[in-house]
């Protein structure tokens, strides 16, 4: 075609010259049984996204339906951190199987194959990406409803190779005051859309979004006031979340107690995820 723009995903011509986008999805392992996947996904690091992976986690398997978690987050693995797991993944001549927390939610990760959990992984781009599809295709996970994939943060080649490699339902992103909130969301639509993707975003989670003061009760917005609510309708994400900074949430990552942390700040992420 004289007027070819080479974007195949945005044409609808049958030509010679189409190239459909390449199937490069991962085979789950022949014993593995996976319904639902979730990827949660943030723009950088340290804004709680191991935390929201974690709680909606545990809330799923509090709710009676079996969960997991893939730490897809290779060189700063902090789930097994926040559940308290010390004991190391196994394996047999049928695959690896993940550790169980205990409420009885199936974890994979980095740090729970390393002999110390403070080695550090010092390994190029490709090679993380692919321990991340080997957690996916060698990982035996039994009849999981709900798997959450603690996403590394960015837009690297990583969480493309993901993106592209997983059979993701739906991402759910998370931020904090501090970010450019609405420009985190655009790139991380924007990234699920690539390659003729097209993963929807389930909900969008500000965490230490505000502060309950002990003393008085008030709600301090310390970051000032949140525009969480409008950045979701502009971008037709239906459920929006906040989550307080909260001593008692440091206390629970820090001691490997989260799932004894009761909390409903990610009800209506929550929702949507089992509405899937
Ligand atoms: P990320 O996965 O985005 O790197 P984490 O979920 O691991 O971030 O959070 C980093 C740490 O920050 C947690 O271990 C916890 O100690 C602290 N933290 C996160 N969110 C909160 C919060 N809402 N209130 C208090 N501490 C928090």
Known sequence: MSDCNHQCGSCGESCSDRSEPQDLKVKLHQFSQVKKVIGIVSGKGGVGKSLVTALLACAVQAGGKH????????????????????????GTQLGLNPVKTATGVDVASMNLLLDNATDPVVWRGPVIANVVTQFWSEVVWQN????????????????????????????????????????????????????????PVLGLVENMSYFICPDCGKRHSIFGESHLDEIARQHGIAAAARIPIDPAVARACDNGAIETLHADWLQPVLKKILSL
């Open 67 to 90: 969960a997991a978690i893939l730490d897809a987050d290779i060189t700063g693995p902090s789930i097994p951190k926040l559940f308290g797991l010390t004991s190391r993944m196994s």
């Open 144 to 199: 999981v409803e709900y798997m959450f994939v603690d996403m590394p943060p960015g837009t690297g080649d990583v969480p493309l190779t993901v993106y592209q490699s997983l059979p993701i339902d739906g991402i759910v992103i998370v931020t904090s005051p501090q970010e450019l909130v609405s420009m985190i969301v655009e790139k991380a639509l924007n990234m699920a859309r690539l390659d003729g993707l097209s993963i």
